[in-house]
């Protein structure tokens, strides 16, 4: 099946610093690639989509200039969550779909703002 | 609008059939998923079906679909320790720009 990875698996940073986090398809290209966010004991809640070689479209309530999204390849999309505070810890979890009906899901990153 | 509901919590003995209810309620859905998520872990997929299907079964795994009542079920046959996780109900739809829509999950405990 297709695999997609997410690095890093956790990071810790300090408050008002930027973090990336990076989402690749493996072994295939993804036209679609989205992003979620999961706080504990609660459901993955959709946080923007993007296609390669566009912006991304966000999600009611998202800040685009905090949660930057960049989809540069069919294989690779970034998340970076600029200036973060202890409220932006969470676990942060992508995916990427090519021209079918399943999505692939990442093994998520967790983040943790000191 | 789209949501998705699920009971969160199920507890089921070692041995027995596990069913998670889901309902949803946009009748524009297409697909409707079943992730598994293990602790700390990202999202599995399970089984879909697609909007024209009653019934899909895949060894231990038994989708059912109620169009008509926007229910969804899935079985587990002979539950196993290695079943505990969070199952997750999801649905896309047209209405929603094919976005997929989650619940908010089912924790399934395993007993002896």
Same mark, same amino acid.
């Given at each position: 099946g297709a695999v997609v990875s997410q690095h890093p698996s956790r990071v810790i940073c300090k408050s008002g610093t930027s973090v990336k986090i990076e989402c690749r398809s493996l072994d295939f290209q993804a036209t679609t690639m989205f992003w979620y966010r999961q706080f504990p004991k609660q459901s993955l809640m959709l946080m923007a989509t993007s296609n390669e070689g566009s912006k991304a479209t966000y999600e009611q309530g998202v800040e685009k200039d905090k949660f930057l999204i960049n989809h +540069? /390849?069919?294989t690779l999309s970034t998340l970076t969550v600029t /200036? +973060?505070?202890?409220?932006?810890s969470s676990f942060y979890i992508c995916s990427a779909r090519y021209d079918g009906n399943e999505q692939f899901f990442g093994p998520g990153t967790r983040l943790t703002v000191l | 609008g789209e949501d998705v509901e699920q009971s969160l919590f199920l507890s089921v003995r070692e041995g027995d059939s596990s069913v998670i209810n889901c309902t949803y309620t946009?009748?524009?859905? &297409?697909y409707l998923y079943w992730y598994k998520q293990e602790p700390g872990a990202g999202l599995q997929l399970l089984t879909y079906i697609f909007s024209n299907m009653d019934m899909k079964q895949d060894q231990r795994l038994t989708v059912l679909l109620n169009k008509k009542d926007k229910h969804l079920s899935l079985r587990i046959a002979d &539950?196993? &320790?290695?079943?505990s996780a969070i199952y997750f109900c999801a649905e896309r739809a047209y209405s929603s720009a094919s976005k997929i829509i989650f619940g908010s999950g089912t924790r399934l405990s395993i007993r002896p």
């Amino acid at each position: 099946g297709a695999v997609v990875s997410q690095h890093p698996s956790r990071v810790i940073c300090k408050s008002g610093t930027s973090v990336k986090i990076e989402c690749r398809s493996l072994d295939f290209q993804a036209t679609t690639m989205f992003w979620y966010r999961q706080f504990p004991k609660q459901s993955l809640m959709l946080m923007a989509t993007s296609n390669e070689g566009s912006k991304a479209t966000y999600e009611q309530g998202v800040e685009k200039d905090k949660f930057l999204i960049n989809h +540069a /390849s069919l294989t690779l999309s970034t998340l970076t969550v600029t /200036s +973060a505070h202890p409220e932006d810890s969470s676990f942060y979890i992508c995916s990427a779909r090519y021209d079918g009906n399943e999505q692939f899901f990442g093994p998520g990153t967790r983040l943790t703002v000191l | 609008g789209e949501d998705v509901e699920q009971s969160l919590f199920l507890s089921v003995r070692e041995g027995d059939s596990s069913v998670i209810n889901c309902t949803y309620t946009d009748s524009s859905s &297409t697909y409707l998923y079943w992730y598994k998520q293990e602790p700390g872990a990202g999202l599995q997929l399970l089984t879909y079906i697609f909007s024209n299907m009653d019934m899909k079964q895949d060894q231990r795994l038994t989708v059912l679909l109620n169009k008509k009542d926007k229910h969804l079920s899935l079985r587990i046959a002979d &539950t196993q &320790t290695g079943d505990s996780a969070i199952y997750f109900c999801a649905e896309r739809a047209y209405s929603s720009a094919s976005k997929i829509i989650f619940g908010s999950g089912t924790r399934l405990s395993i007993r002896p």
